[in-house]
Each structure stands twice: as C-alpha cells, then as structure tokens.
C-alpha cells in the first residue's frame, strides 16, 4: 500500500479508531478517484470494523474486480461474504484465495472454518492440517485443525495436534 496524502490520514484515523472519520476520508478520496485500491480496500476494513459487511462487501467486491489475480482481496470478499451469511460463496472466494496463493496459512484456516461451518469436516480437516504444517507455531490454527480432527471423530488425531502444547507453554500439573 502506497503512503501518500491520501493514504495516510486515513490509516491515522483507522490506527485511532475513528472508523466514521476514516470511512469519511475514504469516501471523499473516492471522489476523486473512484477506482483507487488503496482507498477501497481501506473503505472496506473501516466498514468492515464498524460491523458493516454488507456495505464493504460492495468496497472488496469491486477490488476483485480491478484486481482478479490479488489473493488478499479475495480472501477480505470472502470474510464479508462470511459475515453477511453467505458461506458458500465465502468458500468459493476463499478458494481463489489459495488458488492465487496457496503458501498462506491463514487462507487455509479461513478454509477449514468455513468448512467446518458448512458440515463438512473432512475438507476442513485437510485444509487445517495444510495450514498447521505450514504454520506449526500457530497456536489457533492447531486449535482450530484439531476441532476438525475431532468433527471427524478422530480423537487420537486431534489430542497429537495438541500434544506439543506442553512444549510452547510452561504448563505444570501443580
């Protein structure tokens, strides 16, 4: 993301939590320069942290459409898709996500999630997993593979996940 006059007011605002101030700057940039990514994406986080997916869904959908190949965009269209209720298309979009850029951990959790949600464990299972050997000290995304794990009803699975847990927090039996 570009730092420039535009810009940059506007992540002041979001790092100050003024989202309304934010989304403010961002519609008034917009003015100017209605296909402006840095803008639309920062118009889609503000409204998206003002618990406004409808309305960013519309900022992350026109970013996909400016910039198909940007994994990042498809996978913010997909947590806005999540939001509004719309899973199956919140997948789909994932699934773009990873087929842009399938090195990311965190797309293949946001996977396994929405696979967990829409009852099928076993896709889920696969995706945690990927994103857990691709990010073995993520502590969430082993958390969250292992829930898959037990959705498939295999526990033993699910404790081997978990079992090096001892190894990152100094956990007694005291």
Request: glycine share 4%.
């Given at each position: 993301?570009?730092?420039?006059?535009?810009?940059?007011?506007?992540?002041?605002?979001?790092k100050?939590?003024?989202?309304?101030?934010?989304?403010?700057?961002?519609?008034?940039?917009?003015?100017?320069?209605?296909?402006?990514?840095?803008?639309?994406?920062?118009?889609?986080?503000?409204?998206?942290?003002?618990?406004?997916?409808?309305?960013?869904?519309?900022?992350?959908?026109?970013?996909?459409e400016?910039?198909?190949?940007?994994?990042?965009?498809?996978?913010?269209?997909?947590?806005?898709?999540?939001?509004?209720?719309?899973?199956?298309?919140?997948?789909?979009?994932?699934?773009?996500?990873?087929?842009?850029?399938?090195?990311?951990?965190?797309?293949?959790?946001?996977?396994g999630?929405?696979?967990?949600?829409?009852?099928?464990?076993?896709?889920a299972?696969?995706?945690?997993?990927?994103?857990?050997?691709?990010?073995?000290?993520?502590?969430?995304?082993?958390?969250?593979?292992?829930?898959?794990?037990?959705?498939?009803?295999?526990?033993?699975?699910?404790?081997?996940?978990?079992?090096?847990?001892?190894?990152?927090?100094p956990?007694?039996?005291?």
């Amino acid at each position: 993301m570009a730092h420039d006059s535009v810009i940059d007011p506007i992540v002041s605002a979001l790092k100050l939590g003024n989202l309304a101030e934010a989304e403010r700057l961002c519609r008034s940039a917009l003015t100017h320069d209605s296909d402006h990514q840095d803008v639309l994406l920062l118009l889609g986080l503000a409204l998206q942290r003002q618990a406004r997916p409808r309305d960013a869904l519309a900022a992350f959908a026109r970013l996909i459409e400016l910039c198909p190949q940007d994994s990042t965009h498809w996978a913010n269209y997909a947590t806005a898709l999540d939001r509004v209720g719309d899973i199956k298309a919140a997948r789909r979009a994932v699934e773009k996500a990873i087929e842009l850029a399938p090195d990311k951990p965190e797309r293949l959790e946001q996977l396994g999630l929405l696979c967990l949600e829409l009852g099928d464990p076993q896709t889920a299972r696969t995706a945690l997993l990927r994103a857990s050997e691709q990010a073995p000290d993520v502590a969430k995304i082993r958390i969250h593979a292992a829930r898959s794990f037990a959705a498939c009803n295999d526990d033993t699975g699910a404790g081997e996940l978990l079992l090096s847990w001892r190894e990152w927090l100094p956990l007694s039996d005291e």
